[in-house]
């Protein structure tokens, strides 16, 4: 995969992440429905849950996609060979922004309520137990993995069944700040979920 389409991936990635504010969040009602049998009965999540988006994950002043922007204004990437030392540099630069991510300290032992895509790291049949959450479907696989502040290690008690990596899931659980490597990529958060429900968009007038 080429370095420049990894750093556009990740530059287009922020612009979109800091783009979204809660007022278009209004625009599509949400409703999750319970998709396994980790989620408990009878127990009110969106009252115990709050509700964060990915970009609360990040400090305010971090933008890696302003420092590669840079080197794309600064350099004719698009024209140079992956050999070129300039290339090589701004890769150098982008695996060090992804891996040293900051963590947002206030997120630490908060309980929330997160929609993302799971990326299974034990498999059993179609049941798992331990997967990250990202935020963009091809995490990690198809595409170049993102920051380790927009990864969140997550074990449940209960396996789960995965019915497909397409599917948007929302997770609740109490996250804390602790690095992890896995064989994908680094994660800056870990999350014992209590409730993990499909994620279904309702168009408003439904």
């Not at 783009?19 to 599509?28: A, L, R, T």
């Not at 922007?69 to 070129?84: G, I, P, V």
Request: hydrophobic share 40%.
């Amino acid at each position: 995969m080429s370095i420049r389409f990894q750093i556009l991936i990740v530059i287009l990635f922020f612009q979109l992440l800091t783009g979204c504010d809660s007022s278009s969040n209004e625009k599509v009602q949400k409703k999750a429905v319970i998709g396994n049998q980790i989620s408990e009965p009878d127990i009110n999540y969106q009252a115990i849950f709050k509700t964060v988006e990915w970009i609360d994950l990040v400090p305010n002043d971090y933008r890696p996609d302003e420092v590669l922007a840079d080197y794309f204004q600064k350099y004719d990437l698009d024209n140079m060979e992956d050999s070129d030392p300039i290339v090589i540099e701004v890769q150098q630069k982008l695996k060090d922004l992804l891996a040293s991510a900051p963590i947002n300290e206030k997120m630490d032992g908060q309980s929330i309520k997160l929609a993302g895509y799971i990326l299974p790291l034990d498999f059993d049949g179609m049941s798992t137990s331990e997967f990250l959450l990202v935020p963009y479907f091809g995490a990690c696989i198809h595409v170049p993995p993102p920051p380790a502040n927009q990864v969140i290690y997550v074990k449940t008690n209960t396996p789960i069944e995965v019915d497909g990596l397409y599917d948007a899931v929302w997770v609740s659980g109490k996250i804390i700040v602790e690095h992890k490597v896995s064989e994908y990529t680094d994660s800056a958060y870990s999350m014992l979920a209590k409730s993990i429900e499909k994620y279904v968009e309702i168009k408003e007038d439904e």
